[in-house]
């Protein structure tokens, strides 16, 4: 329910509850099982883009990259953990078969 509400703009589930019948809510949750928002579908929608770029870059030799491998919060069982930009960026390097200047990630 706290999607619904980030969606709708309400700050609480119990207000949502007072702003809308049960019905309208199984609504709700019938157009999110064929149109699914929120920060996690945006993730995807982003990774898609990061492993289209990366694809086209990659050397012959490396794995196709999938959205998953972008976003952490796309990955099964992985939800706690998040990558550091450094770890981000040595991630894309090695997938496309680069080195990363000694400069990055270097506060």
Not at 52 to 71: G, Q, Y
Request: aromatic share 8%; net charge negative; with cysteine.
């Amino acid at each position: 329910m706290f999607r619904l509400c980030l969606a709708l703009g309400v700050v609480h589930p119990d207000r949502l509850g007072d702003m809308m019948t049960s019905a309208e809510f199984s609504e709700w949750i019938a157009y999110y099982n064929l149109e699914p928002f929120g920060p996690q579908m945006d993730d995807l929608r982003a990774g898609t883009v990061a492993a289209t770029v990366a694809n086209v870059a990659r050397s012959k030799a490396s794995k196709a990259l999938e959205a998953k491998d972008f976003f952490v919060s796309l990955q099964e069982g992985q939800h706690e953990q998040r990558m550091t930009v450094e770890e981000t960026i040595q991630a894309f390097a090695r997938a496309t078969g680069s080195t990363v200047p000694d400069h990055i990630g270097k506060g």
